[in-house]
């Protein structure tokens, strides 16, 4: 069945640094991709999406590209805040209509 | 402003107390689903709706009833909750579908059963 594997965290990075979150997924045709953000406290949000192979969804800095030849849509960001401390999460558009999840990366950013 | 509203934010129970969960949203959207999260298990979805009267089971949807009789409301019902089910959960919606479209998730429900 669908499925989401991201990296396991937590990630802790120092401000600036660069951040690469990997996520992978198997599903049957080209299903809607999805990165998804939690802040401490707070339900999800939409982070940025993509609905094809080779679209990069794109939004605050962070990016993500769909890769349909590696069956991958890593996070990335340049250089991270503080403020982007949270819980990230891959997910995919299911066959059954649905959502599915990854387990989600804690990315914890020091001053 | 366009949210997603659930209630109570935090509860604690007791084991076979039948409790419900609501949810609301006010963006006039089709879809609507719940989540449950787990550490370590990530979310997990419990039940969806297409739409009013039309709802179908999730991933884990034992010891879980829902009802969509309007467009805006999506309750959780827990007939004889356990601790097992002692969770966070989300509700969320979305325009037209749950694969393709943004959802927007609620605040999320806090649960303990004791």
């Known amino acids: 069945g669908d499925s989401v594997t991201q990296m396991e965290g937590p990630v802790t990075l120092s401000e600036e640094a660069f951040l690469t979150i990997n996520c992978t997924y198997t599903?049957?045709?080209?299903?809607?991709l999805f990165w998804y953000v939690q802040y401490p406290g707070e339900g999800l949000q939409l982070l940025l999406k993509?609905?094809?192979?080779?679209d990069k969804g794109s939004n605050k800095g962070f990016e993500a590209t769909y890769r349909k030849e590696t069956t991958s849509f890593h996070l990335e960001k340049g250089s991270v805040q503080v403020s982007d401390s949270a819980v990230y999460f891959c997910a995919l558009g299911g066959s059954q209509g649905n959502l599915i999840f990854g387990k989600g990366t804690k990315l914890s950013v020091k001053p | 402003e366009a949210q997603v509203t659930q209630n109570p934010r935090y509860l604690i129970t007791v084991t076979g107390k039948k409790l419900t969960v609501t949810c609301s949203q006010n963006?006039?959207?089709?879809?609507m689903s719940w989540y449950r999260q787990d550490p370590g298990l990530g979310l997990r979805q419990i039940y969806y709706?297409?739409?009013?009267?039309?709802?179908d089971k999730g991933d884990v949807p034992e010891g879980y009833k829902v009802s969509r009789k309007e467009k805006r409301n999506f309750p959780l019902i827990l007939e004889s909750p356990s601790p097992n089910q002692t969770s966070l959960y989300f509700c969320?919606?979305?325009?037209?579908?749950?694969?393709?479209?943004?959802?927007?998730f609620g605040p999320g429900t806090r649960l303990t059963v004791l």
């Open positions: 963006m006039n959207h089709e879809y």
């Open positions: 993509a609905t094809k192979a080779d």
């Open positions: 709706s297409m739409n009013v009267e039309v709802t």
């Open positions: 969320a919606s979305s325009p037209r579908d749950g694969q393709s479209d943004t959802q927007y």
């Open positions: 599903a049957t045709g080209y299903p809607s």
